[in-house]
């Protein structure tokens, strides 16, 4: 009798052993191990993919040797940098009809700017006329810039002559009537055992006998300023045409991209625009000071082009890219971080990377002592982009550009 009911307790038993619990740890078993094959296999697959990438990337040589430098924190935008859209109040002129208006100088009410495709044009009311071209064609593109020239800085002499700075050829002396022009400086001439790379901006005293002017490189020239920027090399220079002995003279060396240069009043010092140190220095080409240079302001809140003067006594500095603070500024993060220059340049172009700078114009009027009077903005550049250069002509700001397609034209009494 016991062992009948042993049989049925066995067979009672029998179906509890077997049940649906049994089977889910071996499914939950299989799920797993196959998440596991996946995650291998995806991951394997992906290293096969990234390794030849990795290995060219390691093996391509950078076109940039970048040197770490530090720059101060930059100032807090308040006060007289606080954001504003007065910039936005400006009008633009000549659209589509010109590109690159780089710097600004009038006779009279007539104003001559020099563009993208090699040319230095008159524009008397709303009437623009071709007055010289200093290169050679074919003109337009990147690859052609060298060829065709790029004025760039340009000022008017006590002669009433324009001086004309071109980024491939040289100085200019160019009549504001007949298109005449005359080579000064070539850019072929070796001066302190280097060649001139990179005119950039000049100046002309009143009596015509010296003209200060800017190479920003030895190195690069204008068409690769992404990687002279990047690569933040110290070899800029300040440079003085006499233009009675025809000799030039290296004032000074060893800047990080000197930009624009305006003359002090009383001749003896020059203002240069140090754009990769988001600075102006001073440099002493007469007097007791020559051969010296200090700093007349420190920690812009962005990085400076041309220098103008203002009808105040003080001086227009233009700037195309700032140094949010509030925010976050890629030119100053890389400052230290060599590497990852390296590695952008060996990955993007130059006109790709321009696309990652945030345009922001902004024009600072500053005083003698390098104090901010005020300043105008335009964030995100929505009417004024890519500013080069402010020339304060009749109660008016004439706002140039490296890039965009047109001229800005601000009424100072409306901001």
């Known amino acids: 009798m016991n062992e009948p009911e042993g049989l049925r307790f066995r067979r009672v038993n029998r179906p509890q052993v077997i049940t649906d619990e049994t089977h889910e740890p071996q499914y939950k078993s299989t799920s797993t191990y196959s998440g596991k094959v996946f995650k291998v296999t995806l991951l394997t697959l992906g290293g096969f993919l990234l390794f030849p990438l990795l290995v060219v990337v390691f093996l391509l040589e950078s076109p940039i ?4 430098f530090s720059l101060n924190e930059p100032p807090v935008m308040t006060g007289c940098f606080e954001p504003n859209l007065k910039l936005r109040e400006a009008e633009r002129l000549f659209e589509d009809q010109l590109v690159g208006p780089e710097s600004i100088a009038n006779i009279g009410d007539v104003l ?5 495709d090699g040319k230095i044009v008159k524009i008397d009311g709303r009437k623009i006329t071709v007055l010289a071209t200093l290169g050679n064609p074919p003109c337009g593109s990147r690859e052609q810039e060298h060829v065709c020239g790029r ?3 340009i000022k008017v002499g006590p002669n009433g002559t324009l001086f004309v700075a071109d980024a491939y050829l040289g100085l200019f002396e160019v009549n504001p009537v007949t298109g005449e022009s005359t080579l000064l400086v070539s850019t072929r001439k070796m001066v302190g055992g280097r060649r001139l790379s ?8 009143q009596d015509g006998k010296k003209v200060y002017f800017t190479d920003s490189s030895s190195r690069w020239q204008r068409r ?11 070899d800029g220079r300040v440079l003085e045409y006499d233009t009675e002995t025809k000799e030039v003279t290296v004032m000074m060396e060893n800047l990080r991209f000197p930009n624009g240069i305006q003359l002090f009043p009383d001749e003896e010092s020059v203002l240069v625009a140090e754009t990769t140190m988001a600075r102006i220095r001073r440099v002493h080409v007469a007097g007791l000071n020559k051969g010296g240079m200090d700093t007349f302001i420190d920690n812009l809140p962005g990085f400076p082009d041309n220098i103008r003067r203002s009808s105040s006594g003080g001086y227009w500095v233009a700037m195309s890219a700032v140094r949010p603070n509030p925010g976050f500024s890629m030119l100053d993060f890389l400052s230290q971080r060599p590497w990852i220059k390296k590695l952008v340049f060996k990955l993007f172009s130059q006109d790709i990377l321009m696309k990652f700078v945030p345009r922001y114009s902004l024009v600072v009027e500053l005083q003698d002592g390098g104090t901010c009077v005020r300043s105008f903005h335009d964030p995100h550049g929505m009417v004024a982009a890519y500013i080069s250069e402010a020339h304060e002509h009749d109660g008016h700001l004439y706002l140039g550009s490296f890039r965009s397609p047109y001229l800005c034209k601000l009424d100072l009494s409306k901001v």
């Open 65 to 68: 040797q970048p040197e770490a």
């Open 112 to 116: 001559y700017t020099g563009t993208a």
């Open 151 to 153: 004025p760039l800085g």
């Open 198 to 205: 990179f005119v950039n901006d000049l100046d002309v005293t």
């Open 224 to 234: 690769d300023y992404m990687s002279l920027i990047m690569e933040a090399t110290a």
